[in-house]
């Protein structure tokens, strides 16, 4: 069939139809475009809302890490500090000081001891209410691993028998610290956040 009788052909089947049809076409076409734009409003207004909630969720989660991080570097504040003081007792059984006076790391433990039991006592229950449970674990460990060590430097008496039980049980809180600090890089993503 030549080109011709294509187009006569088919200008033969629109004069069928005629004008009426042409109608058609062209509502049906406006329909459709209009159809199609009140899906693409509807599915618009449902990504814009799935999106302003998950910029909520976003807000709450940035807040959460804000609190989470206050409260983790607060804690680790005060664990450094108590773990500082072990591993000064632990190192040394006394420091002479600039004046020439000597301080007994033992009497300097023992001194500090209330001040840090009286700050993890007034944040005890935050800890144990917010951290997460793996570190929580953690922590426990090292509550533990602070009493052994305490009891080694009670018993202590300068004999190297009790110096070697006060070094092994620093040893003991050296690796709960380096296992805590592990954990808490993890939750807070700071090797992530840094690369």
Same mark, same amino acid.
Not at 148 to 173: M, W, Y
């Given at each position: 069939?030549?080109?011709?009788?294509? !187009?006569?052909?088919?200008?033969?089947?629109?004069?069928?139809?005629?004008? +009426?049809?042409?109608?058609?076409?062209?509502?049906?076409? *406006?329909? +459709?475009?209009? *159809?199609?734009? $009140?899906?693409?409003?509807?599915? $618009?207004?449902?990504? #814009?809302?799935?999106?302003? #909630?998950?910029?909520?969720? !976003?807000?709450?989660?940035?807040? @959460?890490?804000?609190?989470?991080? &206050?409260?983790?570097?607060?804690?680790?504040?005060?664990?450094?500090?108590?773990?500082?003081?072990?591993?000064?007792? /632990?190192?040394?059984?006394?420091?002479?000081? =600039?004046?020439? /006076?000597?301080?007994?790391?033992?009497?300097?433990?023992?001194?500090?001891?209330?001040?840090?039991?009286? #700050? *993890? @006592? &007034? $944040?005890?229950?935050?800890?144990? !209410?917010?951290? =997460?449970? =793996?570190?929580? +674990?953690?922590?426990?460990?090292?509550? &533990?691993?602070?009493?052994?060590?305490?009891?080694?430097?009670?018993?202590?008496?300068?004999?190297?028998?009790? $110096?070697?039980?006060?070094?092994?049980?620093?040893?003991?809180?050296?690796?709960?610290? +380096?296992?805590?600090?592990?954990?808490?890089?993890?939750?807070?993503?700071? #090797?992530?956040?840094?690369?």
């Amino acid at each position: 069939m030549a080109l011709e009788d294509m !187009l006569k052909l088919i200008v033969a089947v629109a004069a069928s139809f005629g004008s +009426g049809a042409v109608i058609v076409v062209v509502l049906s076409k *406006w329909l +459709g475009g209009l *159809w199609a734009a $009140r899906i693409l409003q509807e599915e $618009r207004g449902k990504i #814009e809302h799935q999106l302003s #909630e998950l910029s909520h969720e !976003l807000s709450l989660a940035k807040s @959460s890490y804000d609190h989470y991080l &206050d409260l983790i570097l607060d804690y680790y504040k005060i664990f450094y500090r108590h773990y500082r003081l072990c591993q000064r007792a /632990s190192g040394a059984d006394a420091h002479k000081q =600039p004046d020439g /006076s000597v301080t007994f790391t033992k009497d300097d433990f023992f001194n500090s001891l209330d001040t840090h039991l009286a #700050e *993890w @006592s &007034d $944040r005890e229950g935050k800890i144990r !209410l917010l951290l =997460p449970t =793996p570190i929580l +674990g953690t922590h426990m460990e090292a509550t &533990d691993a602070f009493n052994i060590f305490k009891r080694a430097l009670k018993e202590f008496d300068t004999s190297e028998e009790s $110096r070697q039980a006060k070094k092994n049980a620093f040893l003991v809180i050296d690796s709960v610290k +380096g296992k805590l600090e592990q954990q808490l890089r993890d939750f807070l993503r700071t #090797e992530r956040l840094l690369k």
